[in-house]
Nanobody, 125 residues
Framework: QVQLAESGGGLVQAGGSLRLSCAASGRTFSSYAMGWFRQAPGKEREFVAA????????YYADSVKGRFTISRDNAKNTAYLQMNSLKPEDTAVYYC??????????????????WGQGTQVTVSS
């Protein structure tokens, strides 16, 4: 069982940066793949980024590639999403999720077993 809690969201101007954190409970955090998803008002939740257990495999949505960086610190049971050059279209509730094993594509919601409650990110123009 893994419990996830996101933090770090807020209001930022376009071009600014935020770092989201996802704190995980449980002793087996390092065995989980971690993903970030987001859901904008009136839209479906979409994949943002994911990282495998040993941080040597990273995946990004095309819309955030080059601007966002996913990372993890297994010693702290925490995953991060560094978001730079933010745009108004990045406004959404951001969710972190954990998966073990990864039985489907790592970009798919159905892959993930555990989800956080989400943190709001608002980018003003």
């Amino acid at each position: 069982q893994v419990q996830l809690a996101e933090s770090g969201g807020g209001l930022v101007q376009a071009g600014g940066s935020l770092r989201l954190s996802c704190a995980a409970s449980g002793r087996t955090f390092s065995s989980y793949a971690m993903g970030w998803f987001r859901q904008a008002p009136g839209k479906e939740r979409e994949f943002v980024a994911a990282i495998y257990w040993r941080s040597n495999s990273l995946y990004y949505a095309d819309s955030v590639k080059g601007r966002f960086t996913i990372s993890r610190d297994n010693a702290k049971n925490t995953a991060y999403l560094q978001m730079n050059s933010l745009k108004p279209e990045d406004t959404a509730v951001y969710y972190c999720a954990a998966a073990n094993p990864v039985v489907a594509g790592i970009r798919l919601e159905a892959t993930y077993d555990y989800w956080g409650q989400g943190t709001q990110v608002t980018v003003s123009s």
